[in-house]
C-alpha cells in the first residue's frame, strides 16, 4: 500500500477563503516532507518543504505543519485565489534517500 | 536555465513498438527519476539515477529501460509498448545532497 495519502480528493472553497489540506503518512522515520501543485496538463511544481524536526514552516501565503504525534501534515493556503486550483500531492522521502513517495492528491477548486 | 525539459509532449504508439522518451536538465543536477502518474493517481516511481552511469529501479521499473551517459540526460526506453503503459511519464532532477526534485512537463503517452 501506499505510505502518503490524503484524506480528501476534492476541497472547493470560495475566493477569499482559506484552505487546508490534509495528508497522512505512515512511516514514522520519514524526516523529509514536500507539497507540489500540479496543473492541469503541467508537471509539479515545488510549493514547501519541511523536515521532521520543524512542526511549521511558511512560505508566501502557505504554511505546511507537521503532526509528528499522529503521523499529519497540511497545507494552508491563504486567501486563496482561483490561479491556486490544481491538484496538491504531498510526498515524504522513501527512506533509500534519494526517492520520494507521493500521494494520490487532492484537487482544490476555486471559485469567484 | 530552461530547467527539465521532455520530449515528445504527446504520443500514440501502437501494442509492440518501442520508442525513447527524451529528459535533460540545464541545472547540473546529480540526481534525475522517471515517475509514471494514472489517471487520478499519484506519481510512481519507474528508475532514478544519481550521477551518470549508475541507475537504479524505483517500485515499477517492469517494461522500462534508461541509460544516463551524461549529467545533462536521463531517456526512458519502452521497448515493447503495452496498453498498461499508456499513462503521463514526468522526468525530475534534484541537486546532490538536497530533497527537492524539479519536474518537467511530462510526456502523455498513449499505446493503442
Known amino acids: 500500500g501506499e505510505s502518503v495519502g490524503l484524506h480528501l480528493p476534492t476541497l472547493s472553497v470560495q475566493e477569499g477563503d482559506n484552505s487546508i489540506i490534509n495528508c497522512a503518512y505512515s512511516n514514522s522515520a520519514s524526516d523529509y516532507f514536500i507539497w507540489y501543485k500540479q496543473e492541469s496538463g503541467k508537471g509539479p511544481q515545488f510549493i514547501i518543504d519541511?523536515?521532521?524536526?520543524?512542526d511549521k514552516r511558511q512560505g508566501q501565503r502557505v504554511t505546511v505543519l507537521l503532526n509528528k504525534t499522529v503521523k499529519h501534515l497540511s497545507l494552508q493556503i491563504a486567501a486563496t485565489q482561483p490561479g491556486d486550483s490544481a491538484v496538491y500531492f504531498c510526498a515524504e522521502d522513501g527512506g533509500a534517500g534519494t526517492a520520494l513517495i507521493f500521494g494520490k492528491g487532492t484537487t482544490l477548486s476555486v471559485s469567484s | 536555465n530552461a530547467g527539465v525539459t521532455q520530449t515528445p509532449k504527446f504520443r500514440i504508439l501502437k501494442i509492440g513498438q518501442s520508442m525513447t522518451l527524451q529528459c535533460t536538465q540545464d541545472?547540473?543536477?546529480?540526481?534525475m527519476y522517471w515517475y509514471r502518474q494514472d489517471p487520478g493517481m499519484g506519481l510512481k516511481l519507474i528508475y532514478y539515477s544519481v550521477g551518470a552511469g549508475i541507475t537504479d529501479k524505483g517500485e515499477v521499473p517492469n517494461g522500462y529501460n534508461v541509460s544516463r551517459s551524461t549529467t545533462e540526460d536521463f531517456p526512458l526506453r519502452l521497448e515493447l509498448a503495452a496498453p498498461s503503459q499508456t499513462s503521463v511519464y514526468f522526468c525530475?532532477?534534484?541537486?546532490?545532497?538536497?530533497?527537492?526534485?524539479?519536474f518537467g512537463p511530462g510526456t502523455r503517452l498513449t499505446v493503442l
Open positions: 525530475a532532477s534534484s541537486r546532490l545532497g538536497e530533497d527537492t526534485q524539479y
Open positions: 519541511i523536515r521532521s524536526n520543524m
Open positions: 541545472m547540473n543536477h546529480n540526481y
